[in-house]
C-alpha cells in the first residue's frame, strides 16, 4: 500500500554516474586480474648453480 518514494538530487545522480564512468575506463586501463592465468604466468622459475654455470628448472643454461 505504502509504497516510498525518494527523490534523488540531480547532483548525486551526475556523480554516481561520473563514478561509474570513471570505474569503467579504469577497468579498460587496468583489467581485473584472472588468478588462475596470472599464477600460470608467474610460476616460480628455480635456480641452481654448478660450477661457473647456472641452470634454470627447464634446463635452460645461463653463463
Known sequence: MGE??????????????????????????????DPVSEQKDKAPVSHTVSGANTHRSDGVLLS
Open 4 to 33: 516510498v518514494i525518494r527523490f534523488v538530487p540531480k547532483s548525486e545522480r551526475e556523480r554516481a554516474r561520473l563514478i561509474r564512468e570513471a570505474r569503467a575506463i579504469y577497468e579498460s586501463v587496468f583489467p581485473p586480474a
